[in-house]
């Protein structure tokens, strides 16, 4: 079994920063990514990222915006997300996979944090 639990949520103005941070505990895991809901809306693709960082991989409307990143020591991986806008707004869940290249395909992930609000102010 592998656990994941998110960080970093909060209100933050638009133009701004945050970092969400998701620390995996548990059995091996190989990719991970992170994915968004917004109230009313469907789940979508943020990020994913390689077990070994190397390939990375961004939803369209978070390209430039937003970095994803890993510390395999730590078991954690990150998101740094920039100009944030009002439209970012969702709850964020970061998911990973045992085995498995990055992808932006949430039932390729088995296992799912809890999620982290983000609010972003106009």
């Known amino acids: 079994q592998v656990q994941l639990v998110e960080s970093g949520g909060g209100l933050v103005q638009a133009g701004g920063s945050l970092r969400l941070s998701c620390a995996a505990s548990?059995?091996?895991?190989?990719?991970m990514g992170w994915f968004r809901q917004a109230p009313g809306k469907e789940r979508e693709f943020v990020a994913a990222i390689s077990w070994s960082g190397g390939s990375t991989y961004y939803g369209d409307s978070v390209k430039g915006r937003f970095t994803i990143s890993r510390d395999n020591a730590k078991n954690t991986v990150y998101l740094q997300m920039n100009s944030l806008k009002p439209e970012d707004t969702a709850v964020y869940y970061c998911?990973?996979?045992?085995?498995?290249?990055?992808?932006?395909?949430?039932?390729?992930?088995?296992?799912w944090g809890q999620g982290t609000q983000v609010t972003v102010s106009s």
């Open positions: 548990g059995r091996t895991i190989s990719s």
């Open positions: 998911a990973a996979r045992r085995h498995g290249d990055a992808t932006s395909s949430q039932y390729l992930y088995t296992y």
